[in-house]
């Protein structure tokens, strides 16, 4: 079955830098990417999601890339702030609606 | 538009007691999806709905757990009987037969086992 791997599990940054989380995955089926926010004691929420017929897409200072030869994707924030700090979630989906989440990134922004 | 609904929110009970949660999809959900989150990990798929059907089931502890969709709308999880390691939070999620793919999140039942 399909599996996910995040790196790094904690990442931290200063207000206004970049962060960028990594994730991979095992099943070559896979075409949709979603990243999902998760703040302390709430409910998952979608921020970003890419489909395999495309390599990069952007929202504003959030933006997802996907390698299909190398299997990984990778999500970038740029201009960090406080708000952003949260964990973050990759996933995989193969088509059939099953959503295979990674370990997660708890990301802090220090101001 | 109402969100995914789930009760409890908190529950806490002894090793071996049985607990069962409840979840409503948002309206027009066909799929719907059981999750365990333990503290510090990610979502864990327990069990996929299609309507009523079961679609994948695969990671289910069926010694203890079992879930049911009847009529195809709201859905129960049950454990029975819990187990330490079964504490985490249960998240229900929804998503629509043809969508993005998308899935839509309960606030989730956080479980305490004793």
């Known amino acids: 079955g399909e599996n996910v791997e995040q790196h790094p599990s904690t990442l931290s940054v200063q207000e206004g830098d970049s962060a960028v989380i990594k994730c991979t995955y095992s099943d070559s089926a896979s075409n949709y990417f979603p990243w999902y926010k998760q703040e302390l004691g709430k409910r998952p929420q979608l921020i970003i999601d890419?489909?395999?017929?495309?390599g990069e897409k952007k929202d504003q200072r959030i933006a997802v890339t996907l390698n299909k030869t190398a299997k990984h994707f990778s999500l970038h924030i740029t201009e960090t702030q406080p708000e952003d700090s949260a964990v973050y979630f990759c996933a995989a989906n193969t088509g059939g609606f099953k959503t295979i989440f990674g370990a997660g990134t708890r990301l802090f922004v220090k101001a | 538009e109402a969100g995914v609904a789930q009760s409890p929110r908190y529950k806490i009970i002894e090793k071996r007691q049985s607990v069962a949660f409840w979840c409503n999809p948002i309206?027009?959900?066909?799929?719907l999806y059981w999750y365990q989150q333990i503290l510090g990990q990610g979502p864990k798929l327990l069990i996929q709905?299609?309507?009523?059907?079961?679609?994948?089931d695969s990671q289910l502890p069926k010694d203890r757990f079992s879930a049911e969709r009847l009529k195809g709308v709201d859905s129960t999880l049950k454990i029975q009987p819990a187990k330490l390691e079964d504490s985490a939070v249960y998240l229900c999620?929804?998503?629509?037969?043809?969508?993005?793919?998308?899935?839509?999140f309960g606030e989730g039942s956080r479980l305490t086992v004793l």
């Open positions: 890419i489909r395999s017929n495309v």
């Open positions: 309206s027009g959900h066909a799929t």
């Open positions: 999620a929804s998503t629509t037969v043809a969508n993005t793919g998308e899935l839509f």
């Open positions: 709905f299609q309507n009523n059907g079961v679609v994948d």
